[in-house]
């Protein structure tokens, strides 16, 4: 279980409201705004007060985030453009760019609610009962990878976890064609911000949120897939890992986007070359700060080849020579391929877990090389 980065806060340094001037010019309905003098810590503890905007009633449009609600009023839609920063070698989208464009849809989901007390991601009923939210569960698959220059759509929006949760997905598609690019879902719970302890939602919380929630899911899961812990015989290990100051959010704890690329880190070059992830589940456990010093674990799954939805066993398809380079070297084409992965805390007695996932990766090209 960690933080879900909730930290960010849009400062404007004038004193004019531009976004209730472009709703003027735009036509949009923007509803009252309040502003806020903040006081923040500058250099040598000076005080610095910035000014931010926090929305107090329902914005329809926001030309600045070029978002708009939808679904009868409870949803958002939000368009951007693939940015060169957020491609990788073969000019398509990474997995740590798409969960920065989900993160950054759900909070402009939020400041557009008129809920938010503290402008990121607290309601005022949260706030009054020291409750941050926490992600617990997450889910991403992606059927294709959009390219550099394309204009997206990602919709979001948020139903009911069990009694006390909170669960949100996202689906992004194509501007141009509608074609769906990926579909993500999510499961959130409270927690209180000073015993970091999970919580209760309170009634007057309950009441804030629920008339936003819908019964629509992006993903179905009729039960959630089982993650494995793994030791220190995992196949492939990352010791050493620790957080860059880039890394960390406004809580001053790792930003799970940062989780991911870890995992990925762990997993062989060749095998990233040749292969592209198609699903990923990711399981929080707990929160990772500036000084943890984080092993990444990762191990094939043994039943890892799928073809025609069915499991291939390797060592029906595979023959192993001694010294040879393992048991994923022998992929079958058309094959799909999945890992397990854990982020842990290693301390002197025991291992804390940060996150477990699980991966699943398809091929490229019709070309195989050595995977495992």
């Not at 036509?27 to 905007?53: C, D, F, H, L, Q």
């Not at 009962?129 to 992600?135: G, K, R």
Request: some cysteine; proline content about 3%; aromatic content about 8%.
């Amino acid at each position: 279980m960690t933080t879900f980065s909730l930290s960010y806060t849009p400062c404007f340094k004038t004193s004019i409201n531009p976004i209730q001037s472009a709703f003027k010019i735009h036509g949009g309905k923007s509803g009252r705004v309040t502003m806020y003098a903040t006081p923040v810590s500058g250099v040598n503890g000076t005080a610095i007060k910035e000014r931010t905007m926090i929305p107090t009633k329902k914005q329809f449009e926001d030309p600045f985030r070029q978002g708009v609600i939808i679904l009868d009023g409870v949803g958002y839609q939000q368009t951007v453009v693939v940015r060169s920063y957020e491609v990788g070698p073969d000019k398509t989208v990474t997995p740590q760019s798409i969960l920065n464009l989900l993160q950054e849809t759900a909070l402009n989901h939020v400041w557009m609610s008129g809920l938010l007390g503290d402008g990121f991601g607290a309601t005022h009923g949260m706030m009054k009962n020291n409750l941050i939210w926490v992600v617990t569960r997450m889910q991403v698959q992606v059927d294709q990878y959009p390219i550099w220059g394309e204009i997206l759509e990602i919709d979001t929006w948020v139903g009911a976890s069990g009694k006390n949760g909170m669960r949100r997905d996202w689906e992004i598609r194509s501007h141009t064609t509608g074609i769906v690019f990926a579909r993500a879902t999510s499961t959130w719970v409270m927690m209180n911000q000073t015993t970091r302890r999970l919580s209760k939602m309170p009634d007057e919380v309950r009441a804030e949120i629920e008339p936003w929630f819908i019964h629509k899911q992006a993903i179905t899961e009729e039960s959630p897939e089982k993650i494995d812990k793994l030791d220190d015989n995992a196949k492939y290990i990352n010791s050493g890992l620790q957080a860059k100051r880039s890394d960390l959010d406004m809580n001053h704890h790792v930003n799970n986007v940062k989780y991911v690329g870890w995992m990925l880190e762990a997993i062989p070059d060749e095998c990233l070359e040749n292969y592209q992830l198609s699903n990923i589940i990711l399981e929080y456990r707990r929160e990772c700060g500036s000084s943890d010093v984080v092993q990444s674990l990762c191990e094939p799954e043994e039943l890892g080849i799928i073809k025609n939805d069915k499991d291939i066993n390797y060592l029906d398809r595979c023959s192993i020579g001694v010294g040879g380079a393992g048991l994923l070297n022998c992929l079958m084409k058309e094959g799909t391929i999945r890992f397990t992965h854990v982020l842990q805390v290693k301390e002197e007695s025991k291992c804390q877990e940060i996150v477990r996932g699980k991966t699943t990766w398809k091929k490229r090209t019709n070309h195989y090389s050595y995977c495992g």
